[in-house]
C-alpha cells in the first residue's frame, strides 16, 4: 500500500486506427521485436491507466500496446444504432499494428472483451489474464448473484470507492487522486451499445482452450475470491491469484504484485 511515484514510461509511438468496421481506436504502442502485450482497461480507464505496467513489460521484453474502446479517452464514441463489437474491434485493431498473436492483459469490464474475441479467435492469444473480471457470463444464476452483492444504488456511489479498496484509499490518498485524475478523463461520450459476438455462459467457458490467468483482490466488491473460484470451475487450463488487501483496481493498487505475477504467467506461455 506505500505511495509509488508513476516511473517513467517507455517510449511509444501514439495513434488512431481507422477501423473497417467504422470505429476509431485511439492505442499506446512500444514497439520492439518482443511478444506482444495487449491491455484492455476498465469501464472507469482508457488507454492511459497503465502507467504502471507500461514500463515493467517493455524492460521485461514484450511489445506493450494499450488502447482505448470506443467512446473512452482518444477514440471515436458509439454510434447510435451501430457500435459494433469491441471483441470485431480489438481483431481489427490488431491487424492494423500487424500483431497477429498477442498476451492479452484485461482489468475488470475490459476481460467480457477480451473473453469474446477468445471465443472467437483462440488461435490469437498467447494467454489471457483475466484481473478482477466478470467476464461477460450472462446465465441468470450468476448475473442474479452478481446483483445480490452490490446494494441499490452502488453504481452511483463515488467511482473510487466501488473501484479502490478500503486499504489503498486509507494509506495512498495521493495515490487515489492521480486514479481520480484518469477515471475523468476517460469516459468521453456514451459508451452503451456494442454486443460481443457470442454469448458467453458458464458453458461456454469450459471449451475454451487460452491458458488463463484468474486474478482478484481479496477486498473486491465485484469479484471476491469465492466467485473468481466459480470461474476456475469452470475455464480449463487457469491459474488463481488473489491479492491481499486489495480491491478491483489491482493494477494500480499494487503494480509490483500485478506485474509480477502477469509478467511470469506469460512468460510461461509464450508459444
Do not use: C
Not at 472467437?120 to 498467447?126: E, V
Amino acid at each position: 500500500m506505500k505511495a509509488m511515484p508513476i516511473p517513467p514510461q517507455a517510449p511509444f509511438t501514439e495513434g488512431v486506427a481507422e477501423l473497417p468496421s467504422g470505429g476509431k481506436l485511439y492505442y499506446r504502442d512500444s514497439g520492439g521485436a518482443g511478444p506482444a502485450v495487449v491491455f484492455s482497461h476498465p469501464a472507469t480507464g482508457s488507454a492511459l491507466v497503465w502507467p504502471y505496467q507500461q514500463p515493467a513489460f517493455a524492460a521485461a521484453g514484450y511489445r506493450v500496446v494499450a488502447y482505448s474502446r470506443r467512446s473512452h479517452f482518444g477514440s471515436a464514441p458509439v454510434a447510435p444504432g451501430a457500435g459494433g463489437s469491441a471483441s470485431v474491434d480489438l481483431r481489427e485493431l490488431a491487424d492494423h499494428l500487424g500483431v497477429n498473436k498477442f498476451h492479452a492483459v484485461a482489468s475488470a469490464a475490459g476481460g467480457a472483451v477480451i473473453v469474446d474475441f477468445a471465443h472467437s479467435h483462440p488461435q490469437r492469444l498467447y494467454s489471457l489474464t483475466l484481473s478482477s473480471s466478470v467476464g461477460g457470463v450472462r446465465d441468470a444464476d450468476y448475473l442474479a448473484l452478481s446483483e445480490s452483492l452490490r446494494p441499490k444504488g452502488f453504481d452511483d456511489m463515488p467511482a473510487d470507492f466501488r473501484e479502490i479498496g478500503p486499504s489503498y484509499r486509507a494509506a495512498n490518498p495521493a495515490g487515489v487522486r492521480e486514479w481520480l485524475a484518469l477515471e475523468q478523463t476517460a469516459l468521453t461520450g456514451n459508451r452503451l451499445g456494442q454486443t460481443p459476438v457470442n454469448h458467453i455462459t458458464w458453458k461456454s467457458l469450459e471449451n475454451m482452450r487460452v491458458p488463463t490467468l484468474l486474478m482478484t483482490g481479496d477486498a473486491d466488491l465485484w469479484l471476491p475470491p469465492s466467485v473468481l473460484r466459480m470461474f476456475a470451475a469452470r475455464i480449463p487450463n487457469n491459474e488463481i491469484a488473489v491479492v491481499p488487501e486489495a480491491g478491483h483496481a489491482i493494477y494500480w493498487e499494487a503494480p509490483e504484485i500485478f506485474n509480477a505475477t502477469v509478467i511470469g504467467f506469460v512468460r510461461r506461455h509464450e508459444t
